[in-house]
């Protein structure tokens, strides 16, 4: 990466590798403190932020924000029961995006893991902001892919022009119906699904 040199005393400074928030803080990629976190920065960049990069029906994006909350409500259908800082570890599972954006899938595959590392130092600085182990335990972190790739497959049928056998062979036929979340699958603007992510998290917060 080459350095900089937009300092005005003609100093050559390193590469930037922090982003300013609208809340004020200043997340530092390579090195991201809980204390620079604030959900309402998380959910207002992942309202903007479109998934299938940007390929899907309607005069709106369906954001990273609403599909969010469409996990959260699937893992909660799914585990019945569950305490609610797992819950909360399923409405954060893609909280990284705010920053990093949403890579599609045949992107990562391109570009190969080395995004990972970026994507764990955030989501593990995202954890702790919120109270969360660092480090989620195996066994959840499957169930909420699992989560994940019901509303993937939910996503793709209803809203970005999959063929349902397509979608089934690359998401998995899903143990849960369609209707029962057909609401949360109609576009939200970028401020009601920043709202309605915030929203959910203060119900599931649990510091």
């Given amino acids: 990466m080459a350095p900089r040199k937009d300092d005005p005393s003609g100093t050559t400074l390193p590469p930037r590798a922090w982003q300013r928030m609208l809340s004020g803080r200043r997340l530092d990629l390579l090195d991201p403190s809980p204390l620079d976190i604030e959900i309402e920065d998380i959910a207002h960049g ?15 994006i369906f954001s990273v924000a609403q599909h969010s909350v469409l996990v959260e409500a699937i893992f909660s259908t799914l585990e019945a029961g569950m305490p609610k800082a797992e819950r909360l570890a399923a409405l954060l599972h893609d909280a990284p995006e705010y920053v990093v954006g949403d890579m599609i899938s045949p992107f990562k595959a391109v570009i190969g ?7 764990h130092r955030l989501l593990a600085a995202i954890h702790l902001r919120f109270g969360l182990a660092a480090t989620l335990p195996e066994a959840l972190t499957k169930r909420i892919k699992a989560a994940d790739q019901i509303a993937a497959y939910f996503e793709a049928v209803t809203l970005a022009g999959f063929q349902v056998v397509e979608a089934k062979r690359l998401f998995g036929h899903p143990p849960v119906t369609l209707s029962a979340y057909e609401a949360l699958l109609e576009p939200w603007t970028a401020e009601e ?10 119900s599931l917060e649990t510091r």
């Fill in 113 to 119: 893991g080395d995004y990972k590392a970026v994507e």
């Fill in 193 to 202: 699904a920043k709202q309605r992510m915030v929203e959910r998290f203060s």
């Fill in 46 to 60: 992942l309202a903007r932020v479109a998934r299938w990069n940007g390929q899907t029906i309607g005069p709106a």
